[in-house]
């Protein structure tokens, strides 16, 4: 079965960058959405088809997929940004299931 | 506004049946397939299957294609998951999530519900 393989975790400081990877096997062939996490709160879809903002998420989160790695970037991060990111996409083997990243915890510094 | 209302949390015994409902409402329910999703405590999120809303068709991961089962009540816009012969491990918060198409494949997740938590002890 495919494998995306993310950080543990990502430690920024307030007003600066952070980039959040997700590897896979040719995932640039493949399509990839973003999700974020609070404590105790159900996921919410940051970025859709490896590069698309739903609206109400704001310019500050952008995606990226090429070759063997996808990038979540949120610039100008704040408090309100730490969360658990999870990357995900379809298998487009013969099961066709869904997989998930292990996900990533952004701490702010 | 776009809503999936989730039932409440249970625990269940070892060896028994869950069944967990997921109500849309605010959008044309036929429209979009649903996908249900859990994560076991402190753990990631694991997909485990999909419904096209629309016709009945369905993926499935191994773990319900083993032991369980999504169905479709349109009369109420509800999609129901049952997982049986619970283990220990199956111990998680089971979330719905709309798909952006009536077809989830290659699709993302665009709204979810609350989520369920599951309790699975002797």
């Known amino acids: 079965s495919y494998v995306l393989t993310q950080p543990p975790s990502v430690s920024v400081a307030p007003g600066q960058t952070a980039t959040i990877t997700c590897g896979g096997h040719?995932?640039?062939?493949?399509?990839v959405h973003w999700y974020q996490q609070k404590p105790g709160q159900a996921p919410v879809l940051v970025i859709y088809h490896d590069t698309d903002r739903p609206s109400g998420i704001p310019e500050r989160f952008s995606g990226a997929n090429s070759g063997n790695t996808a990038t979540l970037t949120i610039s100008g991060v704040g408090v309100a940004d730490e969360a658990d990111y999870y990357c995900?996409?379809?298998?487009?083997?013969?099961?066709?299931?869904?997989?998930f990243g292990g996900g990533t915890q952004l701490i702010v510094l | 506004q776009v809503k999936l209302v989730q039932s409440g949390d249970e625990v269940k015994r070892p060896g028994a049946s869950v069944r967990v409902s997921c109500q849309a409402s605010?959008?044309?329910?036929?429209?979009?397939?649903i996908t249900w999703v859990r994560q076991a405590p402190g753990q990631g999120l694991q997909w485990m299957g999909w419904i096209n809303t629309q016709n009945g068709d369905k993926n499935s991961a191994q773990i319900l294609r083993d032991r369980g089962t999504m169905t479709i009540d349109t009369s109420t816009s509800t999609v129901y998951l049952e997982l049986g012969n619970l283990r220990s491990d199956d111990t998680a918060v089971y979330f719905c999530a709309r798909c952006s198409s009536t077809s989830c494949y290659l699709n993302s997740f665009d709204r979810w519900g609350q989520g369920t938590r599951v309790t699975v002890a002797s």
């Open positions: 995900q996409v379809w298998d487009t083997s013969i099961e066709s299931w869904g997989v």
């Open positions: 040719n995932i640039g062939t493949n399509i």
């Open positions: 605010g959008y044309t329910f036929n429209n979009f397939g």
